[in-house]
């Protein structure tokens, strides 16, 4: 809303606008929860901390500090901007290093 009203009503957001804003937020709120800047006390709060985003809830995972948050498919229209056209019912869990996929045994060496 704030971006909306300062640049105008037609600019878009981007990802990575997005994703740099939360990124703050979830930094802001690790730091609040370990109450401390020291890297080790921030590591050893980022789980189950979270954002209301503008994409939707995200939670820090405790065990590999990604995110889970909700997954979505756009289609591009002509008009430039991306439309919703599929949607995960709720966040995913986050599995970067594919630990929940037989297929993937052997991959990270």
């Known amino acids: 809303k704030a971006f909306k009203a300062k640049f ?13 804003y939360v990124s703050v937020y979830l930094w802001k709120n690790t730091v609040e929860k370990a109450q401390s800047f020291e890297v ?16 939707g809830l995200v939670t820090i995972d405790g065990e ?9 498919i756009g289609e591009i229209r002509p008009d430039g901007l991306i439309y919703t056209i599929w949607e995960s019912p709720g966040p995913i869990e986050p599995d970067p290093f594919l630990k929940s996929y037989p297929w993937a045994a052997g991959l990270s060496g």
């Open 40 to 55: 080790k006390a921030i590591q050893d709060n980022a789980g189950g901390v979270t954002f209301d985003a503008p994409e």
């Open 64 to 72: 590999n500090h990604h995110i889970t948050k909700t997954a979505r």
């Open 8 to 20: 105008g009503a037609d600019k878009p957001t981007s990802d990575p606008m997005e994703a740099a």
